[in-house]
């Protein structure tokens, strides 16, 4: 079960951290990550990491303003949303995965077999 909490409605320009905590630890070779939706749209990959080694993997849309991050002691892990904008309004789905993927399979909804209920995140302008 994957539980996120920390979403809510900043100004454009602000900041946001997201927290999604595990109820199972993960096993070292599962990624864990951040997918949304936006309005309208389709879910989209945001961030994930691989829970041992800890190496990280971005959209594009995202680099530079938010960072992935865990926390092993609490099995959990975090977003840190920087600079928002309109665009990032959306609700922000936690997702890990059943098995070990490689990195270029982190960023694929399929690679993920446990989901959180979202959390939603609006940004005004």
């Known amino acids: 079960q994957l539980v996120e909490s920390g979403g809510g409605l900043v100004q454009a320009g602000g900041s946001l951290r997201l927290s999604c905590a595990a109820s199972?630890?993960?096993?070292?070779?599962?990624?864990l990550g951040w997918f949304r939706q936006r309005p309208g749209k389709e879910r989209e990959f945001v961030a994930a990491?691989?829970?041992?080694?800890?190496?990280?993997r971005y959209a594009d849309s995202v680099k530079g303003r938010f960072t992935i991050s865990r926390d092993s002691a609490k099995n959990t892990i975090y977003l840190q949303m920087n600079s928002l904008n309109a665009e990032d309004t959306a609700v922000y789905y936690c997702?890990?995965?059943?098995?070990?993927?490689?990195?270029?399979?982190?960023?694929?909804?399929?690679?993920?077999?446990?989901w959180g209920q979202g959390t939603q995140v609006t940004v005004s302008s």
């Open positions: 997702t890990k995965s059943s098995g070990f993927p490689i990195t270029s399979e982190m960023g694929l909804p399929r690679t993920y077999a446990y």
């Open positions: 990491l691989r829970w041992n080694r800890g190496d990280t």
């Open positions: 199972e630890r993960a096993f070292s070779g599962n990624a």
